[in-house]
């Protein structure tokens, strides 16, 4: 069975740095391009980054873009992101996603403040 188990959130700084991952399990990750989204209190969830299945071609969107990082270790089926000089804003709850068959991962919860 396909399971995608995010981790490293928790509270952090403004300006401050945080590595999530995904660990992947049940199916062949090196296959498939997979994404990282977020969902802050009171909003629609939304597209974060993306990344090609050999890690080659990388995509964000303009809120993150020059601040985080997204990346993947094929051998250890595992998705990061590196999030780097955090704002405010980027309080959400983080979640891994596989689109081509439509995988989620349950979240991790980045809080952002003071």
């Known amino acids: 069975q396909a399971q995608l188990v995010e981790s490293g959130g928790g509270l952090v700084q403004p300006g401050g740095s945080l590595r999530l991952s995904c660990a992947a399990s049940?199916?062949?990750?090196?296959?498939?391009?997979m994404m990282w989204y977020r969902q802050a209190p009171h909003k629609e969830r939304e597209w974060v980054a993306t990344?090609?299945?050999?890690?080659?071609?990388?995509r964000y969107a303009g809120v993150v873009e020059g601040r985080f990082t997204i990346s993947r270790d094929n051998d250890k089926n595992t998705l990061f992101l590196q999030m780097d000089s955090l704002k405010f804003e980027d309080t959400a709850v983080y979640y891994c996603?596989?689109?081509?068959?439509?995988?989620w991962g349950k979240g991790t919860l980045v809080n952002v403040s003071s």
């Open positions: 996603h596989a689109p081509s068959r439509g995988f």
């Open positions: 049940g199916f062949t990750f090196s296959g498939f391009v």
């Open positions: 990344i090609a299945t050999d890690g080659s071609h990388t």
